[in-house]
């Protein structure tokens, strides 16, 4: 991700990050419906640029996945090292 498509809003995408890698889904939920949504969740974050999805499939959340999903996270963006969330 480059400068203009990492998250505008750190504080709530870090919020969403670490709901999702904890499996916090009625948090994850809570920050798509009030904080941005989908636009929240596929925000590039840190050096690493990873998304919500990436960090709630890869801590194995399905039920988060699903709800990302459901809301049109883009399952097919990369983080740095080239890897999509299906990795």
Do not use: N
């Not at 989908?38 to 499939?57: K, S, W, Y």
């Amino acid at each position: 991700c480059g400068a203009a498509e990492e998250a505008e809003d750190v504080p709530s995408t870090m919020m969403m990050m670490r709901a999702a890698a904890r499996g916090e889904a009625c948090d994850v939920e809570a920050l798509l419906l009030q904080k941005g949504g989908v636009a929240l969740a596929d925000a590039c974050h840190g050096p690493e640029a990873r998304t919500v999805l990436m960090e709630a499939a890869a801590a194995g959340h399905g039920p988060i996945v699903r709800m990302l999903l459901d809301a049109g996270a883009d399952l097919d963006r990369c983080d740095a090292e080239g890897r999509s969330a299906l990795y």
